[in-house]
């Protein structure tokens, strides 16, 4: 009999035939899409894979979650996943990077003209029975001006591409923006922050979320703007300040259109509460930048992917938490033949050693009489231990070398 399915939560609105492959693979789908941050502890039970989307997942929830192994956003940032707690359980997280660029490229396209144009408030009127074509007459128009582009991945790149295709100058800045980077891209090269904010018209942001881009676009940033300056987030609501933004706005007509937000909510729905909407000039979007069928479904596709490959092989591509850089300082190669138990000895004598083993690997030979294990540990291993090592049976050789820092 084939053994119990093994049980996976998806946590956020997935397309169906996403849920159809999760279910070929085997899984025990759990499909609560409406479940929201508050309800995932309870929801997660004996779940060894999550797939969340917008939903946060925090250590409270990591902790309720005995059985998890996998965490997949179903998107490109991890912010929203508590990734510190995950590391620390020795839980993959995985995303799915580069799937929605088109999609949120192609929303900061419709935000800035929205901005432009003063789209929602026209609307807003006619809505309402106004006719006011005077007051909306009144724009400055894209072609001729100059949009600057901070962080150029693969969403900055297709921005720009879209810009110029407006007939808009494009300023690109970003850590790692070259000249001819910038020139292939058809934009001009910008390595300052403070002087994209001073050269361009409207300023569209694509930075990832961390420590260095923490309200990267502050109350200097936004005062270095043009008057009436337009400002484009599309990518996390923690790259600006908004209460600065919400002064500049007041002060010095700085103008903006967003889909993301400092504290916004957790979950798909839920009370929006933030000092910018009050603002006359406000318009927004419900972090929406990635919600075109085409973008969801690429997503999905990639997250199946990534589950899929986990099941077969225990690998989880796309995974974020993984340390580059170990503690580990000497790497204890053995060549051994490719026998069973081999290895179990070489790790009691490293555990006997007070040694502790940071990564292993162990390739095996064409013919599969031998192999070698490179083992990473975190103190040298004494002569008298290698000697041991080496004269166990099956073992063929045995040395300690330093890693370089």
């Known amino acids: 009999m084939p053994g119990k399915a093994r049980r996976i939560l998806v946590a956020d609105k997935f397309p169906e035939a996403g849920i159809a492959e999760l279910k070929a693979l085997n899984l025990d789908v759990d499909y609560q899409p409406d479940l929201g941050a508050d309800g995932l502890a309870k929801a997660l039970g004996d779940a060894e894979i999550l797939i969340v989307r917008s939903t946060k997942v925090g250590a409270a929830a990591i902790d309720a979650g005995k059985e998890l ?6 998107g490109a940032g991890t912010d929203t ?46 809505r309402g029975g106004k006719w006011n074509k005077k007051e909306y007459s009144k724009a400055d128009g894209l072609y001729g001006r100059t949009l600057g582009v901070l962080g150029v991945g693969r969403i900055g790149e297709l921005v720009i591409e879209r810009a110029r295709a407006f007939g808009m100058n494009v300023l690109a800045c970003s850590r790692s923006m070259t000249p001819e980077r910038a020139a292939k891209l058809g934009a001009g090269y910008c390595p300052d922050l403070y002087k994209l904010a001073r050269e361009s018209d409207a300023v569209s942001v694509h930075l990832a979320l961390s420590d260095e881009t923490r309200h990267m676009v502050d109350a200097r940033f936004l005062a270095e703007m043009k008057p009436r300056a337009i400002l484009i987030n599309t990518s996390r609501g923690e790259v600006v300040d908004c209460a600065a933004l919400a002064q500049a706005s ?12 400092e ?11 933030s000092e ?26 990639e997250a199946v992917r990534v589950v899929a490959e986990f099941l077969r092989t225990g690998h989880v591509e796309n995974c974020v938490n993984l340390a580059e ?50 083992i990473e540990l975190d103190t040298e291993p004494p002569p008298a231990l290698l000697a041991t ?8 050789g045995a040395e300690a070398v330093p890693l370089e820092d």
């Open 389 to 396: 090592i080496r004269k166990q049976q099956h073992v063929l």
């Open 263 to 273: 504290g916004e909510p957790g979950s798909a729905a839920g009370a929006f509460e």
């Open 325 to 374: 850089h170990t503690p580990a300082k000497w790497m204890l190669v053995v060549r051994h033949l490719d026998k069973v138990g081999v290895l179990a000895g070489v790790f009691d004598e490293l555990r006997s050693g007070g040694i502790n083993v940071q990564r292993t690997n162990n390739i095996v030979f064409t013919g599969a009489a031998a192999a070698v294990a490179r």
């Open 69 to 74: 192994q996998v965490i997949v956003r179903a």
């Open 250 to 261: 007041k002060e010095r007509g700085i103008r903006f259109a967003l889909d993301v937000y």
């Open 81 to 126: 996943i508590d990734t510190d707690k995950a590391s620390a359980l020795g839980i993959y997280v995985a995303n799915c990077p580069g799937k929605n660029a088109a999609a949120v490229a192609e929303l900061a396209m419709a935000l800035l003209l929205a901005a432009d144009r003063r789209v929602p408030m026209a609307t807003a009127e006619l």
């Open 276 to 301: 910018l909407r009050a603002l006359p000039g406000f318009i927004g979007t419900p972090h929406i930048g990635a919600s075109t069928e085409q973008a969801q479904q690429a997503i999905a596709d």
